[in-house]
């Protein structure tokens, strides 16, 4: 890159015109929080409260934070005040109970049923590809699951907000499943992929315009739509899911009325404290990286997070802590050894000191699908301007995480986090040589996959990393006890690898995305099979093996699992002759 093209694109990245508004450097380096509210901070009283009382066997705190009030705050404070305690804070299992029931809804109970209008038992069209009568009648009973997996928001929400935590949105969602009972951010984009081959479009749609009334409300797509998870965001796929929705739709009004939010998200994940500047001998690199708005434990994990930095003395160092465990969270990896500094340290948590390679895979594929937008829209600038931005953050991650030796690209650490992360200097010893199914996930773009030459090395690199096992892709190669560790593969990490390889144009990449896919359909078959439900994540060890770890009990549904089989069957399909149960 010459010395004059480098100038250009910083240039880009730092000027302006009206339409793309810059933030002053004062307030780039701001150290936010997001308020909490009266409920909530009385909820966690009562998780508190209930863990003492219960213990901790099958205690899931983030159903105390779910619960909705029956009357006002005050009277059910009054009447919590009056319940008669012991010296350590608990309340008779009897009396605690009683409580509940009397001045709470049940968890969840704000979210109703709700039948998907386009849901038809089997769709015109579906699965073209599967041939397999034992697959195809597994991917109907796959297809059946989004009905129960619909729901809308209960009118109360809308009538007294301030008596949930749940937040009223205009249209139904797909929610994951189990204990997870709202709409979640990341997730929606492996379950719209399936709702698109379930031909149920309204369903997708309807989705992204949920996700885009929280971006428009409160400035970011929300982790999910609760009160407690307005303090940070989840990997940023809005624009991939409606640039999917457009693909099969073509719906240009559609692709009008989300793009001027799109334009607000990109600002959110490429201003202020999510902005890290990286600069090398000759160029200057705007890249980003995960940062909450929050220095105080999770709600939703509030006695988790609290138990975890007990042993922490300091006041600006559990704040610091309990940021970077949200910031964990805005990752949508909580919680693995790729964000810790001792592997069997949680405190020792350094998310915000991470440049994390997926994140700008994801913001890239924002940039270039909001160019493709601005082209069907006929907004010429967006279109430009869009194009030029994904130019240099594609030569950003070219110059900051690619690693010629291990053929992968690599997360980036910057230090010492601090809350303004200017002036970084490129230093090849600051990459994490460590293998992580993030690394290969520029694979999944076009601008990476369509060079046969370095798909072939990455695709070398990854049969030989370790990470391949019968069952799937392994997340990382530790065994932690944390989810997004050793032994577990999730259903998106499979997919944006595979999907990448397939489309590469390379045959011998093509020979390991469809190894992959027959692998990860597999397991989730035989799984199935044993279980009669959908998991959210799985053993890679071995077929049909459910995962396990992390701080909560493994969970069934599930959503993003559903559609990754769905879309998975729709692009490669399966021949009636091949056997699907454990090989």
């Known amino acids: 890159m010459t010395d004059a093209l480098c100038s250009l694109l910083l240039l880009l990245l730092l000027t302006t015109s009206s339409t793309f508004i810059t933030i002053s450097p004062s307030r780039a380096c701001e150290m936010t929080t997001v308020a909490s509210t009266p409920l909530l901070t009385f909820l966690e009283r009562l998780q508190e409260t209930s863990l003492a009382t219960f213990g901790p066997r099958n205690f899931d705190p983030k159903f105390y934070v779910d619960l909705s009030l029956k009357s006002d705050l005050k009277t059910v404070e009054r009447a919590f005040a009056d319940l008669p305690k012991s010296s350590n804070g608990s309340v008779s299992a009897g009396d605690l109970e009683k409580f509940i029931a009397v001045h709470f809804e049940g968890a969840g109970g704000d979210l109703v049923s709700a039948h998907p209008a386009d849901f038809v038992p089997e769709p015109e069209g579906f699965l073209p590809r599967v041939k397999n009568p034992a697959v195809r009648a597994w991917a109907l009973e796959v297809h059946a699951l989004w ?237 430009k301007h869009f194009s030029e ?20 690209w690599l997360d980036y650490w910057v230090g010492e986090s601090s809350s303004c992360m200017e002036g970084q200097h490129w230093d090849a010893a600051k990459q994490n040589e460590k293998a992580f199914a993030s690394n290969f996930i520029p694979l999944w773009i076009d601008v990476f996959n369509s060079d046969k030459n370095l798909v072939e090395k990455v695709a070398k690199s990854l049969r030989s990393s370790g990470l391949l096992h019968p069952a799937g892709i392994a997340t990382s190669l530790t065994n932690s006890s944390q989810q997004w560790d050793f032994p577990n593969g999730w259903a998106p990490m499979q997919h944006m690898i595979a999907e990448g390889l397939a489309r590469s144009g390379s045959s011998e990449a093509w020979s390991l995305a469809e190894d992959i896919f027959i692998r990860w359909i597999r397991t989730n078959y035989v799984g199935y099979k044993k279980t009669g439900a959908m998991h959210e994540k799985y053993d890679v060890e071995k077929c049909g093996e459910l995962g396990g770890g992390g701080e909560y009990v493994p969970q069934t549904g599930f959503g993003w699992s559903n559609g990754v089989v769905l879309a998975f069957l729709d692009e490669f399909g399966w021949p009636e002759d091949r056997k699907i149960d454990c090989q």
Not at 257 to 274: A, D, I, N, R, Y
Not at 329 to 358: C, K, Y
Not at 389 to 408: D, H, L, M, P
Request: hydrophobic letters at 35%; glycine letters at 4%.
């Open 147 to 383: 009905k129960n997996l619909s729901r809308r928001v209960d009118d109360a929400v809308r009538e007294r907000p301030d008596w949930h935590t749940l937040l009223p949105l205009p249209g139904p969602v797909i929610i994951p499943g189990s204990r997870f009972r709202e709409v979640y951010y990341w997730d929606s984009y492996w379950v719209i992929r399936g709702l698109l081959a379930s031909k149920m479009y309204a369903t997708a749609k309807a989705i992204v315009t949920n996700l885009v009334y929280l971006l428009d409300k409160y400035g970011h797509v929300l982790n999910g739509a609760r009160v407690y998870y307005t303090n940070r965001s989840q990997p940023p796929l809005l624009s991939a899911m409606i640039r999917a929705i457009y693909e099969r739709t073509h719906d240009v009004e559609f692709v009008m009325k989300c793009l001027p939010s799109l334009l607000k998200e990109h600002k959110f994940w490429t201003s202020g404290l999510h902005q890290i500047t990286i600069q090398d001998h000759r160029c200057s690199h705007n890249l980003s990286r995960y940062y909450a708005m929050w220095d105080k434990p999770r709600p939703e994990s509030f006695t988790i997070d609290k138990e975890s930095a007990s042993n922490i003395s300091s006041t600006s160092e559990k704040q610091k802590f309990y940021r970077e465990v949200a910031s964990t969270a805005e990752s949508g990896w909580d919680f693995s050894t790729r964000w810790m500094r001792n592997p069997e340290d949680i405190t020792t948590l350094a998310t915000t000191s991470i440049i994390p390679v997926d994140l700008n895979i994801y913001i890239l594929k924002m940039e270039l699908d909001i160019s493709f937008f601005g082209k069907v829209t006929g907004d010429h600038n967006v279109a």
């Open 389 to 408: 931005a994904s130019k240099a953050r594609e030569k950003a991650i070219s110059t900051v995480f690619w690693n010629e030796r291990t053929g992968q």
